[in-house]
């Protein structure tokens, strides 16, 4: 076997360890065990192998690489369903990688030479296409961790919401059992008052009592436990930090749409908004949520100091608009986001009765 050939079958093996980084990178995480996976991309490899070693490199041998792909992309459909990950993606993946490769490679051998008449004019067009391929496989892990990364916050952020839920749960609780100690000498008191006349005194007691039981931590309560705890723990994070908040929930207890995508709304519009009103003096926020005939419309206001936050010039705006809009998209719906007289103005609507919430 010819030194042209040997480079060639161990730059295939780099193309097909990335093959398994890049289905992992796209799809998810891999369900198999390492082992076996490996073990059949190291199959895959003696296969193209042993015909790139009994094969003869000149013009013809586009024909043996496009046996190459139309043997990878059926080995790598079956081998993509030991990741997680819809089907739909996995098969996407498994026909773009090879295709893509292939392709690449046959277009730059067709700039560089024309028509492959010599082996180490394959060689050089193989080196560069599994370098370039390569590249394209670091922007796909990349992404995929940005990905990964952000789903992680998100889960990180779900965490503290429920945590920030649970205090106020524990709270209200504790305020309840308190009253419920003393309830025999409210009784007593009410009852002095009603049968002394003094009406108007009862109703101002019947006001203290109510007002004990609240808590101050619970700004939304609209028996949605999910959406209130998200609700609950932003309104109190803007609230901290001194941003004048206003709101308007009207939702039923339940919906028919996931946590995480409520979440990704909400957290997206709120740090969103946090981040341009850092630079306000007098910081307002307003959050509008309301549910009817299948829609749900979720809207905010916060002033801000200029077009930027609608374009997403700075500070990745834009890039948490982004995700909203593709979960609008997700329910047939819509985002629209402009600045209105000072004011930055963002409007979703989800179809909750013609979406897909698997």
Known sequence: ????KIFVI???????CLYMRCLSSCIGKCRASKKILTAAFAVLWIF???FMSISHIGPGIVMMDLFFLL????????VSFCFQGSAARRVLTAVLLPTLYWIGKWSIAAVLFGILAASRQYLIVTAVSVSLFFVFGMILEKAGKSRQERERELLEQEVRTYENQFCIIRQSQHNIRALKHDMKHHIKMLTD????GENEAALKYLASMG????NSEEYVATGNEKIDSILNYMISKAKDAGIDVSWNIQIPERLEIPVFDINVILSNLFENAMNALAEVTEPSFHIMMKYGRGILCISTQNNCSGKEQAFGVSK?????????GRIAEKYHGSLTAAVRDGDFQANVLLYLDDADTE
């Open 1 to 4: 076997m010819s030194f042209v």
């Open 10 to 16: 161990l730059l295939a093996a780099v193309r097909i």
């Open 48 to 50: 193209e192998g042993f």
């Open 71 to 78: 043997a990878e992309i059926p080995f790598l459909t079956a």
């Open 193 to 196: 008052m009603v049968s002394g």
């Open 211 to 214: 007002a004990f039981m609240e």
């Open 316 to 324: 990745g705006h834009g890039f948490g608009l982004k995700n909203i």
